[in-house]
């Protein structure tokens, strides 16, 4: 059982990640991968420009290792690789990448699901659009909310 | 009294700066008290921190307004999360 967690400032390749994932695993049967990319238009269907991610350095690297813990606990996961990044994020590039493993495919398919269900809501980041206009913070939905929800039911060994 | 270093995340960055110098009135002093003196400070606190939404962050760990803080510890303000 492995968990790493790595806050990406400049850019998040995730084939060449999910190549180095798989690489490293020893005797696991499934792999399930995950990449959040940034959507060129706002909510309201604005073109944006960027989209920047704020952090507060320790704690947000944290918030995101306990999410990794808790799915851990849930599903009879392996391995666990989150990377998300931090900084300016243009249109179409990378915000996320993860990546779960386990001998048979079911528990990597629900704790990737269950991570990004998690990470939209819980991570500690702060995310401000930015258009050819001007700019603003934007706030957890409640479309969010109710995705963490789902596994509200859901607990270790089930 | 002591200077203390608050920093402050997201849209609180924006309109205040990543971290002001603050003088502590005094010590050890509720996360409630402190929104208080520190609006008394500087007239920009006022707005940002009477907003019940900006949670406080003490050592990094979101604290509620009860907590006890003391001069050196790490202090953030921080607005809600956007998630990842």
Known sequence: MAITIRLEPENLQPDAELRAFITSLNGDGAVVSFTGLMRPTSKEGEALTGLFLDHYPGMTERSISDIATDAAAKFAVEDILIIHRCGLVLPGAAIVFVATSSPHRRAAFEAADYLMDRLKSDAGFWKREDTATGSHWIEPTAQDAKDKERWSNIHAGN | ?84
Request: charged share 25%.
């Open chain 2, 1 to 84: 009294m002591a200077q203390q270093k608050i920093y402050f995340f997201g849209r609180l960055a924006e309109q205040l700066g990543r971290s002001r110098e603050v003088e502590m009135v005094e010590e050890p002093i509720t996360i409630r008290d402190l929104r208080v003196a520190l609006a008394a400070q500087a007239v920009d606190f006022a707005d940002a921190l009477v907003d019940p939404r900006v949670r406080a962050c003490v050592d990094g760990v979101i604290v509620t307004d009860d907590a006890l803080v003391r001069a050196g510890q790490e202090i953030a303000f921080i607005p809600p999360l956007s998630g990842g």
